[in-house]
């Protein structure tokens, strides 16, 4: 008998995440995240679940990053009421994040319903709500590392650390086919990269049939730092934007990367090497999320500065009011301002953008990963112009990246976890990152040993019937929930742009050329059979010119 693999999400993309693994005595899930990046990706979120949520008998939860835990709440809105296993920090987290990522789905509904309310269109519904999250927390069962747990019939896991985030974990598991041996799997979840300010390195036994290895940075080294190194170059980061009049803004992730990029602040204002007029970490989430890091932190390592220590500190500010984040418009310098999220795709960071982008003397400094499609993407690609909140919003600030804060291991560092575990009798399935990631993965794991038809890039919903001894046969689905060419960069994204340079291209032409530019785009529509521009904007499909979004 054999057992089939599915994978329905971060197949050829980064988010997403979500296995099923389907055996002789039941099926079972491996994370069930959230799609995030261009409006196509985004899309797979609102589109049916490719299972029948009520027939899954328990899930195993890696960590509690969205892109790997925030679809959670819609399995629960579709009638399930199965347990979710997790490490207790990650139990901790989930606490806040899925209410957090509830509340983000009902107030997009809301400025949804009321665009379609301009137009007379019915209601949007949010992908889920509050409720549907809080049922989810009740179905929350822990485990700690390295004890093996029985979570249905013919299944055992073990989690291992991962050294992604607080309580993120690589889970190895072992699941009965009836004939002999189990298949035994390993799921790295997130593996974080080796030098990190809050835990050990990531860790794992080896020997497996099968391993599902993320690929983010497939392909991409960093400089090998210290986290001494890491820390002088965030301060000469923050000097230099200081120094330039403006407020430096971080878009930052609210699990992990705000409370490291706290602490090294607090320990460069503490050591007298930097000098801000006010330190702001402005996100309800983060804040609520810094709380749990304090519970936990006896499992901190390579710490300089306890979260009271840090605190002390007047110029540090947790501001969770809606009316303490707004006046922060009026600090024109001297601020550094910390908000999630990382990607710059909701919450609060919009607003900060938004009144800082125009800005000359402003930096934004991302320190994260950015999905292709997300705001922040956009941003760090060099757009000179971008779109939020409706509004066309002139790119004048300085953007810096900072690639040491990643919480993912890097090139190098995947092949060193890769070649601990092996190794793979079956196959190593690479996942978590884009093709041409995850392509400079496969390429560089030939070079330690293994064949080039053992390591396999899967795309979402393709699935595999393995068994002890090998794959049996690979399967694609009969339609696909996405065309593959449409995760890096889609339609609503080059529609984007071109809008973006066709009003940058009519605002630097005399008014003569803009009537000849505009009945030459005329025409070309009118051979494509589409309705003159008039009718389209009548019909809402295209803004007028001087129109603008919400």
């Not at 491996?30 to 899309?43: A, I, W």
């Not at 299972?51 to 835990?69: G, K, M, N, V, Y």
């Not at 799997?185 to 809050?198: A, N």
């Amino acid at each position: 008998m054999t057992i089939t693999l599915h994978f329905h999400g971060a197949a050829g993309t980064v988010t997403g995440s979500c296995y099923r693994i389907v055996h002789p005595q039941g099926q079972f899930l491996v994370d069930c995240g959230l799609f995030q990046g261009n409006k196509s990706v985004r899309d797979l979120n609102l589109k049916p679940t490719p299972f029948d949520p009520r027939t899954i008998d328990f899930l195993l939860l890696t960590h509690a990053h969205i892109d790997h835990a925030g679809l959670l709440p819609k399995l629960y809105a579709q009638g399930w009421r199965g347990p979710m296993w997790m490490t207790e920090p990650t139990a901790g987290l989930l606490e806040y994040l899925l209410p957090d990522s509830a509340g983000i789905q009902e107030s997009e509904a809301e400025r949804e319903t009321r665009k379609r309310g301009r137009r007379g269109d019915e209601p949007a519904r949010p992908l889920y709500t509050m409720a549907d999250a809080e049922e989810s927390l009740k179905h929350r069962r822990t485990c700690a590392y390295g004890e093996w747990i029985e979570p249905g019939p013919g299944v055992r896991a073990r989690y291992w650390n991962a050294g992604h985030i607080i309580g993120s974990a690589s889970i190895e598991v072992e699941v009965s086919n009836g004939e002999g041996r189990p298949v035994r799997l390993m799921f790295s979840g997130d593996i974080g990269p080796d030098e990190k300010v809050f835990y050990a390195e990531p860790e794992g036994p080896s020997g497996f049939d099968y391993i599902l290895c993320e690929s983010t940075y497939g392909g991409r080294e960093r400089e090998d730092y210290t986290l001494v190194q890491r820390r002088q170059a965030l301060k000469a980061e923050i000097v230099t934007a200081l120094q330039r009049g403006g407020n430096l803004v971080i878009p930052a992730f609210a699990v992990e990367r705000s409370q490291e990029l706290l602490h090294d602040i607090g320990v460069l204002i503490r050591d007298g090497e930097i000098d801000p007029r006010i330190v702001v970490l402005d996100s309800p989430l983060a804040s609520k999320v810094t709380g749990v890091y304090r519970k936990y932190a006896k499992m901190f390592e390579d710490t300089e500065l306890t979260a009271d220590e840090l605190f002390n500190d007047p110029r540090f500010r947790i501001i969770e009011a809606v009316e303490d984040s707004k006046a922060l418009n009026a600090i024109k310098g001297g601020a550094i301002i910390m908000s999630a999220s990382g990607m710059a795709d909701a919450g609060r960071i919009k607003h900060h953008l938004r009144n800082n982008l125009i800005r000359a003397n402003a930096t934004v400094l991302f320190v994260g990963y950015q999905a292709p499609g997300t705001l922040g993407q956009i941003i760090l690609s060099g757009a000179k112009e971008v779109r939020i909140h409706g509004t066309l919003v002139p790119v004048r600030a300085q953007i810096r990246s900072l690639g040491n804060y990643s919480a993912h291991a890097d090139h190098s560092e995947l092949v060193d976890w890769i070649r601990g575990r092996l190794p793979a009798h079956g196959a190593v399935f690479l996942t978590h990152g884009e093709d041409a990631e995850r392509t400079a993965l496969r390429q560089a794991l030939t070079t330690i040993g293994l064949g080039g038809d053992q390591v396999i890039l899967p795309q979402i919903d393709d699935y595999f019937e393995l068994s002890a001894q090998g794959i049996r046969a690979a399967r694609v689905p009969e339609t696909r929930r996405i065309d593959p060419a449409q995760l890096s960069s889609d339609w609503h994204n080059l529609f984007s742009d071109f809008t973006i340079r066709l009003s940058q291209r009519l605002h630097s032409i005399p008014d003569e050329e803009k009537l000849r530019l505009m009945v030459a785009l005329e025409a070309e529509l009118s051979a494509l059979g589409a309705p003159p521009t008039a009718a389209m904007a009548a019909k809402g499909l295209i803004r007028e010119p001087g129109a603008l979004d919400e």
